[in-house]
T-cell receptor, first 111, second 118 residues
Framework: KQEVTQIPAALSVPEGENLVLNCSFT??????LQWFRQDPGKGLTSLLL?????REQTSGRLNASLDKSSGRSTLYIAASQPGDSATYLC??????????FGEGTQLTVNP | EPEVTQTPSHQVTQMGQEVILRCVPI?????FYWYRQILGQKVEFLVS????????KSEIFDDQFSVERPDGSNFTLKIRSTKLEDSAMYFC????????????????FGDGTRLSIL
């Protein structure tokens, strides 16, 4: 059974700091790894998708990496802003259909 | 930017009643999904749907659940006889097809329907 774990569960940083969120997955037969942002009471906003053949993807201040051999992905956020405050979820796709989600990291960026 | 639309945003239903949750996926997307998130827990996969049939379902998706694409735009989740433990946020997602048999496009989620069973 696939398991996805995210560390830390919560993170509080001052504005402007660079930060890294971690995601571990157990199933090496991964198709894609997708990172989402979830604001309170809202849906999931897709941030980045990394295919199994890729090592990283970048979008603006976000950079996500994928290491299949170690079963890890990281989301790097540069120059954090208060508007980045949200819960960040990673999800592994293995069967070609379902996403298996981690518990999320709740990020607070303090002005 | 195109988005997945879900209605209603909040549904309150008596235990044992049937409920239908509605979704309008992004118009050129061909893969459709339902997920749920019980308060304080992980987002869980329920079912995926492609080419007018279920392509995969989880152990949660038992005989009480069904999905339908009644027309070219809507995608629905029906829970036949609701239980207290069905209370959750239900998310619909859709994804675009790639050129190959399998899509590497991201899944796009709606804002969800909060289902409260009394």
């Amino acid at each position: 059974k696939q398991e996805v774990t995210q560390i830390p569960a919560a993170l509080s940083v001052p504005e402007g700091e660079n930060l890294v969120l971690n995601c571990s997955f157990t199933d090496s037969a991964i198709y894609n790894l997708q990172w989402f942002r979830q604001d309170p009471g809202k849906g999931l906003t897709s941030l980045l998708l990394i295919q199994s053949s890729q090592r990283e993807q970048t979008s603006g201040r976000l950079n996500a990496s994928l290491d299949k051999s170690s079963g890890r992905s990281t989301l790097y956020i540069a120059a954090s802003q208060p508007g980045d405050s949200a819960t960040y979820l990673c999800a592994e796709e293995t069967s070609g259909s379902r996403l298996t989600f981690g518990e999320g990291t709740q990020l607070t960026v303090n002005p | 930017e195109p988005e997945v639309t879900q209605t209603p945003s909040h549904q309150v239903t008596q235990m044992g009643q049937e409920v239908i949750l509605r979704c309008v996926p992004i118009s050129n997307h061909l893969y459709f999904y339902w997920y749920r998130q019980i308060l304080g827990q992980k987002v869980e996969f329920l079912v995926s749907f492609y080419n007018n049939e279920i392509s995969e379902k989880s152990e949660i998706f038992d005989d009480q659940f069904s999905v339908e694409r009644p027309d070219g735009s809507n995608f629905t989740l029906k829970i036949r006889s609701t239980k207290l433990e069905d209370s959750a946020m239900y998310f619909c997602a859709s994804r675009e097809r790639d050129r190959g048999l399998y899509s590497n496009q991201p899944q796009h989620f709606g804002d969800g329907t909060r289902l409260s069973i009394l």
